[in-house]
């Protein structure tokens, strides 16, 4: 234990309690002196990134990078603090650098094979899981990642191994839900869609139970987006620099293959999934009585424009794409901060992309996609938003479809690209060589080339899926008979 491990523990403390410029101090304090990386120093990165001083925490990580090396928890900190800044070809050599220094922590080869992924490195990622499971079996996080890396065939898989921990009565459902989507994955892989769907199932009844959830409230939600920006008002004045390409949609439905394809275009680079928008329009809206979706739509568009510009900063890029699916909510002040943002949204059938979400198991975003009637009630929700912003945005909006998109994708990414100003190039298809950072749930798929075996992939469960047609329909939402 570090002779600071007292102040980084109260510093924890503090900043769990929201006490973020109390936390800072108190890192600072642990700071001084400290020639070796510390956890402080991680820390003190995030917490800089909290309070919105990103140029600080620039500095800060700089700093800590130089510093000696130290304990294995210290540089996992700073990787995490890494990745928090974007930087993650340095979170991926200090998560080299923990294992190094700790390898028989199974947390650190899972951190390991996570980054890997995201670089594309799929066998040496592989690797890492299997080393975490032989260290603990319980790392159940790593059965899911580790399914998830390639198709599994009838002479490579883990199914027995799935199903063997699965048949432990002492089995917590933390273990239960991710070996269950991970067993379904492999059972799907390989043709087994009966039994595959019934791991489906069973996983996402475990994951609703263990969430506080009201489809409901999302609902009122929505519909109170569209109320407050019922008509576009006043646009910020033209503001110089990268122009900002937003790629929405629901989870699963080809957001990131869209955005693979544009990367690849000459002068465009990808900032991944940031919030950065959402906190510009949140800060920039003026205190007032009223919900925080009218304090949204009165800030002031200039006001969020240059807040998100401070928190984008300086780049040599000509178009900076911003692929975070949940910036449909604020399509309307996007178009209002940002003239010169061009929108892309992303759609599949609505059977398709029910479906996709149901299959995956997301972090703390998307609850309702656990359940068949949350899903259908959500969906239609969404479905009225986007028709609102289609209503209202006109031309700023330009909606591609997945199945057409991975059926003529020249057409359909050349289309793209012209209504984002960008220069065509048809070697962007070929998103294998796009070596870029991904680290969404698709970070493993695009590592392939553009394939159309996910369109109508509802057909493979047509029986399973009645209750969810019904849903849909039930909810306005066109279903297919058969």
Request: neutral net charge; contains cysteine.
């Amino acid at each position: 234990m570090s002779a600071n491990a007292p102040l980084e523990a109260e510093a924890i403390r503090l900043a769990g309690l929201g006490l973020l410029p109390q936390a800072l101090q108190v890192v600072q304090r642990a700071l001084s002196g400290q020639q070796t990386c510390s956890i402080a120093h991680g820390l003190r990165v995030i917490l800089l990134l909290k309070l919105d001083r990103r140029e600080e925490a620039s500095g800060a990580l700089q700093e800590a990078l130089a510093a000696r090396v130290g304990s294995a928890d210290a540089h996992d900190s700073l990787a995490h603090a890494c990745l928090m800044l974007g930087r993650y070809e340095d979170a991926n050599r200090e998560y080299h650098r923990v294992v190094a220094l700790a390898s028989d922590v199974a947390q650190f080869w899972y951190n390991l094979a996570s980054s890997e992924r995201s670089f594309g490195r799929l066998e040496s990622a592989e690797q890492a899981c299997n080393r975490a499971i032989a260290l603990d079996p319980t790392e159940y996080r790593c059965y899911l990642l580790r399914a998830e890396l390639r198709v599994q065939t009838k002479a490579s898989n883990h199914v027995d191994e799935l199903y063997s921990q699965l048949r432990d009565p002492k089995l917590e459902d933390r273990g239960r839900v991710f070996l269950g989507y991970a067993l379904a994955k492999e059972l799907d892989d390989q043709g087994e869609f009966s039994e595959a769907f019934r791991w489906y199932a069973e996983a996402a009844r475990i994951r609703k139970r263990h969430l506080a959830y009201d489809v409901s409230v999302d609902e009122r939600k929505l519909a109170r987006i569209a109320a407050v920006y019922s008509q576009m008002g006043a646009r910020a004045a033209y503001v110089v620099g990268p122009r900002p390409i937003f790629i929405v949609g629901l989870p699963r439905s080809g957001t990131t293959l869209l955005e693979r394809i544009l990367e690849g275009l000459p002068g465009v680079a990808s900032r991944g999934e940031t919030e950065d928008f959402s906190r510009a329009l949140l800060s920039a809206a003026p205190p007032s009585n009223e919900d925080v979706f009218a304090r949204a739509a009165a800030a002031e568009p200039d006001r969020v424009a240059a807040a998100y510009r401070r928190l984008v900063g300086e780049s040599k890029h000509a178009a900076l794409i911003e692929k975070l699916p949940l910036n449909y909510l604020y399509l309307g002040a996007i178009a209002q901060a940002l003239p010169a943002a061009r929108i892309l949204l992303v759609s599949r059938v609505p059977l398709d992309s029910c479906f996709a979400m149901f299959r995956t198991l997301f972090g703390q975003a998307y609850p309702f996609t656990y359940d068949f009637e949350d899903l259908a009630r959500y969906y239609a929700a969404y479905a009225r938003l986007v028709q609102h912003w289609r209503d209202v945005l006109g031309p700023v909006l330009l909606e591609v479809r997945y199945d057409e998109l991975v059926a003529d994708p020249e057409t359909v990414s050349a289309r793209a690209a012209a209504h984002c100003g960008l220069a065509w190039n048809a070697g962007a298809l070929d998103i294998t060589r796009n070596d870029s950072v991904s680290t969404t749930a698709s970070a493993a798929q695009v590592r392939r080339p553009i394939y159309k075996s996910s369109s109508g992939r509802w057909r493979r469960y047509h029986a399973q899926l009645a209750p969810l047609i019904e849903a849909l329909r039930t909810c306005g939402i066109a279903a297919p008979e058969g």
